[in-house]
């Protein structure tokens, strides 16, 4: 069998207070032990701050998350999951 060694989940939210929103609530729902990394995903070709995305990274080493649970999850902040 052969392990798990960096699973990473990419969040996509419209914009930071969201993002902040649902790195906080992670730990609670999902009870994540490293925090998730926060970045900013400006649009091609935008250089304005309204125009960008952000990023919630969260490891999963164990392979314990649920994909479709983190896509419901992230929903209710209109995010999503990327594929990877």
């Known amino acids: 069998m ?10 996509v939210l419209p914009d930071r ?8 609530a992670l730990a609670e729902r999902f009870e994540v032990s490293e925090e ?5 995903d400006a649009l ?6 309204e125009d960008a ?3 919630v990274v969260l490891r999963d080493e164990d392979g ?3 994909p479709g649970e983190l896509d ?11 594929e990877p």
Not at 44 to 49: I, K, P, T, V
């Open 17 to 24: 207070d969201a993002a902040e929103a649902v790195a906080e």
């Open 2 to 11: 052969t392990a798990v060694s960096d699973v990473r989940h990419v969040l």
């Open 36 to 40: 998730p990394q926060l970045l900013r």
């Open 53 to 55: 995305q952000w990023l």
């Open 64 to 66: 314990r998350l649920d």
């Open 44 to 49: 091609a070709g935008e250089d304005d701050a």
């Open 72 to 82: 419901e999850f992230v929903g209710a902040w209109d995010g999503w999951r990327e």
